[in-house]
C-alpha cells in the first residue's frame, strides 16, 4: 500500500491501545504532527510486522528513523524497532526517490553581483561565505554566528537582496535559537545566597576559618598530651630484597637495627624545631607552633618517662601524631564555632557579589550528561554527574519537571564557581540549587537513609536549617532521606510549598 507520512503516523497511533497515562508518545514528521498516550500492544506489533509501508514522497526515510526511535522510547529495543518497519527499497530506487539534503538552518542570500564587503566589520564577514563568481552569487550565512552579527548581516545583504529580504529568515533563525537555548545561553543568570558574617567593618562568607575564628582557635595553651602516641622500643624490621627479578619484602625476626644519626646528640630544641619544620600548620603562626611542639617534647619526656633518644629514633611517628592531634583540636574549634553560628551569633544572607552567580562561563562540569533524558530547566546545556538511572536521577527528573521550579542546577563538588555552605572542617557542596517561580530559592541535598544519623549529615542539616531561617523564607533547604515511604515527587511539592 502507499500512504503519506502523516497517514503512516496515524495509522500507527490507531493501532495502540492507551493503556498507562504516564507514557506519552510524541510523534514529529516531515509533514505533520500527532500525540497521543500509547502502550505498545499487540495488534500494533503485528500490524508493522505485516505492512508493507511505501510512503510516497520524499519524506519516508525521515519518517522511518523517527518512527524507529519513538517505538524504542515506547520500550521496543532498538532491534525490534528497526526489524518491523518493512521499507520497499526496491520500489524506492526504482522509482528515484531519494532522501533531500537538510535544509539549511538560514536559506543562502542570493545576489546579482559580489558584493563589496571591505567596510564591513570583520566578524561579520568571517560569518559569511561568498560561492560562485559574477552573477548568481550566493551569500551562505553562519547560523552559529551571535544575535548581533546576524542582525548586522541582515542589515548589510537587505539593500543588495532586492526582493529577497534575508531578515525575515534571519529573525526567525534567532528566535528559534532562543527558544532551544538554555537560560545561561541566553544570557541569564542567578544568584543563591550564602552565609555572611561582618569582620572589621565589612560582610564576608562565612568560611570553615571563620568558625576557627569565632571559637579562638589557638595551640597556645593547649593540653600538650598526645593520647593515641604509644612508643615502641622493640625493633620493627623490613627486608627487602631482589630475587629472581623480583622485589619481595618481608618482615625480620632479627633484633639488628642500623643506626644512622647518634640521637644522643639531639636536644630537647633540636627535636622542636624538627617538628616545627615538618609538621608546621599555616592557621598557627610559628612562634606558637614552635612552642607547642616543645611543649608536646617536653610532656612525653617528663610526664610519660619516654626518653628524648627514643622520641628521636620514632621521630617520623612523633610527627605523624602531633599532625593527628593538631587536626582533632582544631575539628573541635570549628565545632565549637559552629555551635555559635547556631546559636547566639545570627549570620545574614550574602547576596550581591558575595552571593553564588549562576552564567554563562561559570559551570565546567568534569562528567557531562550523556544519557537520552531531554532536560528542560537545567540551567545549563548538560548537567554534571547524572546517570540515566538510580534515585538522583528521579531527583532530578522530579526538580526538572515541577511546576514551581523556573530553572535549577545540579551542583559540581568543589568546582571553581559552585555553591558551597561552611561545615567546622570542610565546605558542603549540596547536590542541586534551583531558582523557583515565585522568586524563591531551593538548595537540595539528597542523602541515603544510612547516612541520616551521621555527625556530618547532621551537621549539614544544621547549617541548611539556619540559612532557611535567616533567609525569611527565601530559601527553602531540603535535606531529602532516600529511604521515605511516599515517592519523591510527593514529598518535593510538599517541601517546595511548605508541608514537609
Request: hydrophobic share 40%; aromatic share 6%.
Amino acid at each position: 500500500m502507499a500512504i503519506d507520512a502523516e497517514s503512516l503516523a496515524l495509522l500507527i497511533i490507531a493501532s495502540a491501545t492507551p493503556k498507562r497515562s504516564g507514557l506519552a508518545m510524541r510523534m514529529v514528521l516531515d509533514t505533520g504532527e500527532a500525540a497521543t498516550s500509547c502502550e505498545p500492544d499487540a495488534r500494533l506489533i503485528d500490524a508493522i510486522a505485516k505492512a508493507h509501508a511505501h510512503v510516497t514522497g520524499v519524506g519516508f526515510h525521515a519518517a522511518a528513523n523517527k518512527l524507529r526511535d519513538t517505538l524504542v522510547a515506547m520500550d521496543f529495543d532498538e532491534r525490534t524497532a528497526r526489524d518491523e518497519i518493512i521499507a520497499q527499497q526496491q520500489a524506492d530506487a526504482a522509482a528515484a526517490v531519494l532522501p533531500l539534503p537538510e535544509r539549511p538552518a538560514i536559506p543562502p542570500v542570493v545576489l546579482q553581483v559580489r558584493p563589496d564587503l571591505s567596510a564591513v566589520p570583520l566578524e561579520v564577514r568571517d560569518a559569511i561565505t561568498l560561492i560562485g563568481e559574477g552573477d548568481g552569487v550566493s551569500v551562505v550565512i553562519d547560523p552559529n554566528a551571535s544575535d548581533t552579527v546576524l542582525e548586522q548581516l541582515g542589515e548589510v545583504l537587505a539593500p543588495l537582496a532586492g526582493d529577497e529580504d534575508p531578515r525575515p529568515a534571519i529573525a526567525a533563525h534567532v528566535e528559534r535559537r532562543q527558544a532551544a537555548a538554555t537560560p545561561s545561553q541566553r544570557g541569564m543568570s542567578f544568584t543563591v545566597p550564602g552565609l555572611a558574617l561582618e569582620q572589621y567593618g565589612e560582610l564576608d562568607l562565612v568560611e570553615p576559618t571563620t568558625l576557627l575564628d569565632l571559637a579562638g582557635w589557638t595551640l597556645d595553651g593547649v593540653d600538650p598530651d598526645l593520647p593515641e602516641f604509644l612508643l615502641s622500643e622493640t625493633p620493627d624490621t623490613v627486608v627487602v630484597d631482589v630475587d629472581e627479578g623480583q622485589v619481595r619484602i618481608s618482615r625480620s625476626a632479627s633484633q639488628m637495627t642500623l643506626q644512622l644519626e647518634d640521637e644522643t646528640a639531639w636536644t630537647p630544641a633540636d627535636l622542636s624545631r624538627w617538628l616545627d619544620r615538618q609538621v608546621h600548620q599555616p592557621d598557627v603562626s610559628q612562634p606558637v607552633f614552635l612552642e607547642y611542639c616543645r611543649r608536646v617534647v617536653t610532656h612525653l619526656v617528663d610526664a610519660r618517662g619516654m626518653s628524648l633518644a627514643s622520641l628521636v629514633r620514632a621521630k617520623d611517628m612523633l610527627k605523624r601524631a602531633i599532625a593527628l592531634r593538631v587536626k582533632q583540636l582544631r575539628a573541635e574549634a570549628g565545632q565549637a564555632g559552629m555551635q555559635l553560628l547556631l546559636g547566639d551569633i545570627r549570620p545574614t544572607l550574602a547576596l550581591g557579589e558575595n552571593g553564588f552567580t549562576f552564567a554563562e562561563g561559570r559551570y565546567l562540569p568534569p562528567k557531562p550528561y550523556t544519557g537520552r533524558y531531554a532536560w528542560q530547566k537545567h540551567f545549563y546545556p548538560r548537567p554534571d554527574d547524572i546517570k540515566d538511572s538510580g534515585e538522583e536521577y528521579q531527583c532530578a527528573v522530579a526538580i526538572d519537571s515541577h511546576p514551581l521550579v523556573r530553572h535549577w542546577v545540579r551542583n559540581i563538588v568543589r568546582g571553581a564557581h559552585s555553591y558551597w555552605l561552611p561545615t567546622s572542617t570542610d565546605r558542603f557542596y549540596p547536590d542541586f540549587v534551583a531558582e523557583l517561580t515565585d522568586g524563591r530559592t531551593l538548595v537540595l541535598e539528597y542523602k541515603g537513609a544510612h547516612l541520616v544519623n551521621d555527625p556530618d549529615t547532621l551537621e549539614k542539616a544544621n547549617i541548611g536549617a539556619r540559612l532557611a531561617e535567616v533567609s525569611g523564607g527565601q530559601v527553602v533547604f531540603w535535606m531529602a532521606e532516600r529511604s521515605k515511604a511516599t515517592d519523591f515527587t510527593t514529598r518535593l511539592d510538599a517541601a517546595l510549598r511548605g508541608n514537609a
